[in-house]
């Protein structure tokens, strides 16, 4: 039986996090969230769960809601992702994923939380080819998201070093679905990732699909992307925690992915024959700052967590991406009715 404790997940009505919160909950663990609503939604957090609308360096509400919740853990997913922007506004990039973290991490040390689980990413490994990459590949990311992501693992490695605290880093490759039973999933507007543009052209949210490069070194020349479910991530989460709490002197750092790359024209493809209508492709030139190939080495997850992937077909994942759509779709038009 898993110890719980009570856990601030930052970030919690945005994508990944409002997933993540779901795991938790599904799963008997006390859970509070904070966020900024900058990009994700009040309505992605269930009702009766303690949210507090805020930013990760606002000191003095850390503080109480540490008091109030009696918090031990926090799952970090507040930041900024979009690679391309943080080649163009790098200082955001900084300031939400570096300076803003490091706030988190002081109030969490002063207030006593022992277990910290950070939402990272396989950026951080930058132009590495076309193969597998394990957590033993250096760190040298190729843009400010990485970069910003890499400078969190290092001072929250240096901060468990100083202070009685534990974390998991957790590499992410390209996450994407929605939750199976489509209680939340990816609403944000402008959204990058491939299968929710995916999904959003089908509904008619979009009129097509860019592909971003054709000339990589891959074998149909464009990227290839390790696909993850976003209900198995929000899981690995689950049990990182729980391995955290298990061995209060063990840190980890873990890639989540499912050990198999898929390429842009692979994933629309497969868009196309779940729902027999093509989507449109534009070809256009690749963006800044993205690398050919980003497939993950899985073995250390596999070995070290009880987690094992549930949702890996990339048909599920598009199902799942493309049934939640049309429940948003559903949600959105009765959000502008309300609002008149």
């Known amino acids: 039986m898993t110890t719980t404790v009570p856990v601030l997940v930052t970030g919690g009505a945005g994508y990944i996090g409002s997933h993540a919160v779901l795991a938790l ?43 109030e919740q009696g918090t031990r853990a926090v799952l970090h997913f507040a930041g900024s992702i979009v690679v391309p922007e943080s080649v163009s506004d790098p ?29 990272s990413t396989a950026t951080v490994y930058g132009e590495a080819g076309i193969r597998p990459l ?8 190729v843009n400010p998201y990485g970069a910003s992501k890499a400078m969190t693992e290092r001072m929250l490695a240096d901060v468990s070093a ?26 944000t507007a402008g959204a990058t990732h491939l299968i929710k543009v995916a999904v959003e052209a089908v509904t008619g949210k979009r009129d097509g699909v860019s592909v971003y490069g054709t000339d ?47 390429s842009v024209l692979d994933v629309l493809d497969a868009v196309d024959q779940l729902t027999n209508r093509p989507l449109k492709r534009t070809l256009a030139p690749r963006r800044p700052g993205d690398v050919a190939s980003l497939v993950s080495d899985n073995s250390r997850i596999l070995s070290t967590l009880p987690w094992r992937p ?30 008149g």
């Open 25 to 67: 909950l599904d799963a008997g663990w006390p859970v509070a969230v904070i966020d900024d609503l900058s990009t994700g939604f009040r309505r992605a957090v269930p009702q009766h769960v303690p949210f507090y609308e805020g930013n990760i360096d606002d000191e003095a509400l850390l503080k109480r809601i540490f008091a």
């Open 91 to 119: 200082l955001k990039y900084y300031l939400n994923n570096v300076v803003r973290s490091r706030a988190l991490m002081a109030a969490a040390v002063e207030c006593g939380v022992a277990h910290f689980v950070f939402s």
């Open 134 to 141: 394990s957590e033993l590949d250096p760190v040298q990311p």
């Open 162 to 187: 100083a202070h009685p605290m534990n974390h998991a880093v957790l590499r992410y490759f390209n996450v994407a679905g929605a939750d199976p039973q489509a209680r939340t999933g990816q609403a």
């Open 216 to 262: 990589y070194p891959t074998p149909d020349g464009t990227g290839l992307r390790d696909y993850i479910h976003v209900a198995d991530l929000a899981a690995a989460h689950v049990d990182a925690l729980a391995a955290l709490i298990a061995a209060p002197t063990r840190s980890l750092t873990l890639n989540v992915g499912y050990g198999r790359g898929f």
């Open 310 to 339: 549930r949702y890996d077909e990339l048909a599920t994942i598009v199902n799942h991406a493309l049934a939640w759509e049309r429940r948003l779709a559903d949600i959105e038009a009765a959000e502008s009715q309300a609002h």
